[in-house]
């Protein structure tokens, strides 16, 4: 069940599944503030289907006069009642670049590294494992000081 209804509007589906063969269905733009300059970018979004996941928004924002962007996945259903558990065994370097789609409600585990990224406190993406990592590094590194030691010979 979606928060939007599926049924017709301006004859047509509100969610589409994804399919690279349609070149039609293209993202809405809107003009939206920028956060960092607040003059006005420009936001796009696209409501789909992705088959055997669900129905998302996928949001993409760009800014002409800073260059701020900003990408963004949200659920457009429910939550379910009950989770799914994917697991994955990163063997090769070639297995970082898997990609995968991330919810914010999902909790991401490495047992190995005793690290856990959770629920809530990254947005919805798509992305590989390698850009989930990085993400979460870059979050730890966020408002923390750098210190730097200069020799003068």
Not at 72 to 81: C, K, L, P, V, Y
Request: hydrophobic share 30%.
């Amino acid at each position: 069940m979606s928060v939007i209804s599926e049924e017709n509007v301006r004859g047509g589906s509100v969610f589409k599944d994804i399919s690279a063969d349609d070149e039609d269905w293209q993202p809405t733009e809107i003009e939206s503030l920028c956060m960092n300059c607040y003059q006005n970018g420009t936001t796009r979004l696209l409501l789909t289907r992705i088959p055997f996941f669900k129905e998302i928004i996928v949001s993409s924002f760009s800014c002409g006069h800073c260059g701020g962007s900003n990408t963004e996945i949200q659920s457009a259903g429910r939550i379910q009642d009950q989770g799914v558990c994917y697991s994955l065994k990163v063997k090769t370097k070639q297995d970082l670049n898997r990609e995968v789609v991330k919810a914010d409600s999902a909790t991401t585990r490495i047992p190995e590294l005793d690290f856990e990224i959770p629920p809530f406190t990254q947005k919805g993406s798509l992305s590989t494992i390698e850009g989930l990592l990085d993400r979460a590094v870059a979050g730890l590194e966020q408002d923390q000081p750098i210190y730097c030691t200069i020799t003068l010979q």
